[in-house]
């Protein structure tokens, strides 16, 4: 089991930008595939992307393509979202797989998440 801390969420105005975090307590992500998903409120679980622990490999929801980006250290796991809207209001969560790399919720390691609101 590999407990994943999320960071970085926060209030921002629709357009602005927020680099949400990613890491695991007490030892290190190298390697692990890595999903970002977003539950928004009365709403099903929702794939944002992924990426290989080869640090290369990428993979988008294609609606978030070109706004959000994934890319990551040894540490850490990064989201970096640009032009917010308020649609991308939710509570963010990161989860981690030593063997499963995909959109699906088959990860076996789960953050508590981070809650991003934008507003209009």
């Known amino acids: 089991q590999v407990q994943l801390i999320e960071s970085g969420g926060g209030l921002v105005q629709a357009g602005g930008s927020l680099r949400l975090s990613c890491a695991a307590s007490?030892?290190?992500?190298?390697?692990?595939?890595v999903g970002w998903f977003r539950q928004a409120p009365g709403k099903e679980r929702e794939f944002v992307a992924a990426?290989?622990?080869?640090?290369?490999s990428t993979y988008y929801t294609n609606s978030m393509k070109g706004r959000f980006t994934i890319s990551r250290d040894s540490a850490t796991v990064y989201l970096d979202m640009n032009n917010l809207k308020p649609e991308d209001t939710a509570v963010y969560l990161c989860?981690?797989?030593?063997?499963?790399?995909?959109?699906?919720?088959?990860?076996?390691?789960w953050g508590q998440g981070t809650q991003v609101t934008v507003s209009s």
């Open positions: 990426i290989h622990y080869n640090t290369v």
């Open positions: 007490g030892r290190t992500l190298l390697r692990y595939y």
């Open positions: 989860a981690a797989d030593s063997s499963y790399y995909g959109s699906e919720s088959q990860y076996s390691n």
